[in-house]
């Protein structure tokens, strides 16, 4: 999983960043942003595009899984349990992770920066747990580790991993948000002109941005409590 999930996210970070980038790269900024197309329309469609690029290299996976068990002479295919890891599991991470791509593209002002430091981010974590950061609350897109069998299931995995993938989903969903607020248009592309932008564009985006903090803060808050307080508490007694 842990190898099907960094493929992912290497797809995600080179499709943010060329979309993202496209129409400057090309020269072609000046007729897109001339376009009667709002920026949340045009955002959308770049999600979608990597959305779909994602899912079939999802579904791919599976294909070559299916293959290797074939190959190996185990002929008990488990299509759910495919399903369930790669797009219940593995897809909702993969889709907040280009949710920050994305973000971190459209305020970079170079797309080899944003490479950088969406790329470090993730490189980052596996170092940081080695000392001893291993908190998921503030690892970003981690989820605690799991174990799946064939008697259990998931079993008793499964809140946590559900209310991780929420809480991180839920913030880089609002960074996502952020992003459209913050879209490129027109010749003066600063970061101050775009907070000028942004902050006119806010009113239409509040409310979902709203939403989406405020998910992740009752996630955040229910994964805290039984990670750690209520863990605390069942120990000590």
């Not at 993730?122 to 950061?133: D, K, M, R, S, Y």
């Not at 960074?175 to 027109?186: E, K, N």
């Amino acid at each position: 999983p842990y190898t099907t999930l960094f493929r992912s996210l290497i797809v995600a970070t080179l499709y943010a960043a060329e979309l993202i980038w496209r129409e400057r790269d090309n020269h072609f900024d000046g007729i897109h942003d001339c376009l009667p197309m709002s920026e949340t329309t045009d955002w959308l469609s770049k999600l979608t595009a990597i959305v779909l690029v994602e899912a079939v290299l999802l579904f791919v996976t599976m294909l070559a899984g299916v293959g290797m068990q074939t190959i190996a002479g185990y002929y008990r295919y488990e299509f759910l349990q495919y399903f369930k890891e790669l797009y219940i599991v593995t897809f909702p991470q993969v889709l907040a992770f280009t949710f920050f791509a994305l973000f971190v593209q459209t305020l970079v002002s170079n797309k080899f920066v944003g490479f950088g430091i969406v790329i470090g981010v993730f490189v980052l974590q596996p170092i940081l747990f080695n000392f001893g950061w291993e908190n998921t609350l503030y690892l970003p897109g981690q989820t605690p580790p799991y174990i799946y069998s064939d008697m259990n299931g998931y079993g008793h995995f499964v809140p946590a991993l559900f209310w991780s993938i929420t809480y991180w989903f839920s913030i880089f969903a609002f960074l996502g948000v952020v992003s459209i607020a913050y879209a490129r248009r027109g010749a003066d592309d600063s970061l101050r002109a775009r907070t000028r932008l942004a902050i006119r564009r806010a009113p239409r985006l509040a409310p979902l941005a709203a939403l989406m903090l405020l998910c992740a803060v009752g996630s955040g808050i229910w994964y805290f409590y039984n990670a750690h307080v209520l863990n605390e508490y069942l120990t000590a007694k």
